[in-house]
T-cell receptor, first 116, second 111 residues
Framework: GAVVSQHPSWVICKSGTSVKIECRSL??????MFWYRQFPKQSLMLMAT?????????EQGVEKDKFLINHASLTLSTLTVTSAHPEDSSFYIC????????????FGDGTRLSIL | SQQGEEDPQALSIQEGENATMNCSYK?????LQWYRQNSGRGLVHLIL?????REKHSGRLRVTLDTSKKSSSLLITASRAADTASYFC???????????FGQGTRLTINP
């Protein structure tokens, strides 16, 4: 149980393109979803927390207009990297948590984004 | 800044040996969690230990928590080549719904 599916797993696109990444909880209702960014050989950096039906809470230093997050249902959250540039190239990972605020997070397999 | 610091940053041992990783944190927590990440993949939850617990076991995993020292350790016994991965501790902070991850330990098990 507690499966999270993230798509796409790999994206290469030109500078200036907007890229949408989907995160779905397949067998549970995700009241909260999280979006992380990870650089090679480094830890996860939380970008934002989204609760279903409300605006995402962004971490300090993360541009809201750059990284658009939508959490329209209890099973789907999307991250759109708008007008992507090479410096946005990274590994993006989503996670989801069910009803309790103190349980584990369930992670997708990540999306490797490469901007040329 | 990151809440958790882990050591060692990298650990390389022979198959069959035990691997110990340590994690320290700074503020009060609800619980502490350990995750594993294979290269290029997402994280897999291993074990959660609550702030009022001192030790927890799951298969070959043993986790300890010392809230007075704000530290935790993860012990993997009888390591296998398939245990090669990065291991992260994550603290579930009081008053927040997010996890804060440590820097991770890259574990290599040599056959």
């Amino acid at each position: 149980g507690a499966v999270v599916s993230q798509h796409p797993s790999w994206v290469i696109c030109k500078s200036g393109t907007s890229v949408k990444i989907e995160c779905r909880s397949l067998d549970f209702q995700a009241t909260t979803m999280f979006w992380y960014r990870q650089f090679p050989k480094q830890s996860l950096m939380l970008m934002a927390t989204s609760n279903e039906g409300s605006k995402a809470t962004y971490e300090q230093g993360v541009e809201k207009d750059k990284f658009l997050i939508n959490h329209a249902s209890l099973t789907l959250s999307t991250l759109t990297v708008t007008s992507a540039h090479p410096e946005d190239s990274s590994f993006y990972i989503c996670s989801a948590r069910g009803g309790t605020h103190e349980g584990p997070q369930h992670f997708g397999d990540g999306t490797r984004l490469s901007i040329l | 800044s990151q809440q958790g610091e882990e050591d060692p940053q990298a650990l390389s041992i022979q198959e069959g040996e035990n691997a110990t990783m340590n994690c320290s944190y700074k503020t009060s927590i609800n619980n502490l969690q350990w995750y594993r990440q294979n290269s290029g993949r997402g994280l897999v939850h291993l074990i959660l230990i609550r702030s009022n617990e001192r030790e927890k076991h799951s298969g070959r995993l043993r986790v300890t928590l010392d809230t007075s020292k704000k530290s935790s350790s993860l012990l993997i016994t009888a390591s296998r080549a398939a245990d090669t991965a990065s291991y992260f501790c994550a603290t579930d902070l009081q008053g927040a719904q997010k996890l804060v991850f440590g820097q991770g330990t890259r574990l290599t098990i040599n056959p």
